[in-house]
């Protein structure tokens, strides 16, 4: 009898010829005993009773982060919510006074003090959408949720430009002279909203909106020039000529970074050239009245030479 530790081995030599007596030994291992089995199949740290399904809660990972997260989440995502709802309803009152500063284009200029007032009364509507805006944005961070609303207020500042190069939005009320170009801090008071802040986080106007809806004024008036030879007003291409050229002009002197701001400033350049167009046809065939012509010879000699 041979023993060990783990196992107690009985060796048994064969007794056979000696021509097998090659064969190996032949070992056999008794049974363990239960005590033995029961201390190595228990894993470290778990009782004999433990059921393998219950596994202790981790100490190291607290279930209330995630808690937190989605908490934070779902107040972002209510935000956002109540941000596109007013988003929507300043859009709503965008078209409506977009519509009617359509009209422009089928309307003599004498006509023109019945339908500002109609663009007036919508302007107002934006006015009152753009103070919930603000009053919504200004709780969180600008930069944080301004793409939602970008365009709709570049689309605003549009349609205020627009009315108040038409002669709308006086102090008085009454239609004023065409060709007004209404500053960045007029279109921030019209809308009573603060303008380029640079010491505080809050809901503003900024230069970029401002500019690019300048690009779309001169988009407009280009074919506004157009339309008005067809209701015979032969002034306004004249007119509309000296402004965009003006407005070319002031663009040349901004060192524009944004992409997008400056691939619309080069596109304004076309709106000139067309307007350019029709005020060269009307000059062919002297329709141009007296004294636009003797304003555009004075801008054509006036401007410098390459």
């Known amino acids: 009898l041979r023993y060990s530790q783990s196992n107690v081995v009985v060796v048994f030599r064969s007794v056979l010829p000696k021509k097998h007596s090659s064969h190996r030994l032949r070992a056999h291992k008794l049974p363990r005993s239960n005590s033995h089995r029961r201390s190595v199949a228990t894993p470290l740290g778990m009782d004999n009773d433990t059921n393998m399904g219950e596994v202790p809660a981790s100490r190291l990972l607290d279930p209330q982060i995630f808690e937190h997260l989605k908490n934070k989440i779902d107040e972002d995502q209510q935000v956002r919510d109540q ?5 929507q309803k300043l859009d709503r009152a965008i078209s409506y006074v977009q519509g009617l500063l359509s009209r422009i284009h089928a309307t003599p200029r004498e006509q023109y003090g019945p339908l500002l007032s109609d663009v007036q009364a919508g302007i107002q509507k934006e006015i009152e ?12 961070p600008y930069y944080k949720y301004n793409q939602k609303w970008n365009r709709q207020v570049q689309n605003a500042i549009f349609t205020v430009l627009l009315c108040g190069w038409l002669g709308g939005l006086t102090s008085d009320g009454k239609p004023g002279p065409v060709a007004r170009l209404l500053t960045l801090e007029e279109v921030g008071e019209i ?6 802040l640079k010491d505080r986080d809050a809901f503003h106007l900024t230069i970029e909106e401002y500019l690019l809806a300048l690009t779309d004024l001169t988009q407009e008036l280009s074919r506004l020039a157009t339309n008005a030879v067809t209701l015979s007003d032969f002034a306004m291409p004249v007119e509309i000529s000296s402004f965009v050229k003006d407005l070319f002009a002031g663009f040349q002197l901004l060192n524009l970074k944004n992409d997008i701001l400056r691939k619309r400033v080069d596109a304004v350049k076309y709106d000139v050239k067309r307007v350019e167009d029709v005020v060269y046809d009307l000059s062919l065939r002297n329709l141009i009245p007296q004294k636009q012509k003797e304003v555009a010879t004075a801008e054509s000699t006036s401007a410098p030479k390459a």
């Open 129 to 140: 959408v753009v103070a919930e805006l603000q009053e919504i944005a200004s709780k969180h």
């Open 191 to 196: 809308f009573k909203v603060p303008v380029n």
């Open 83 to 87: 941000m596109s709802q007013t988003v």
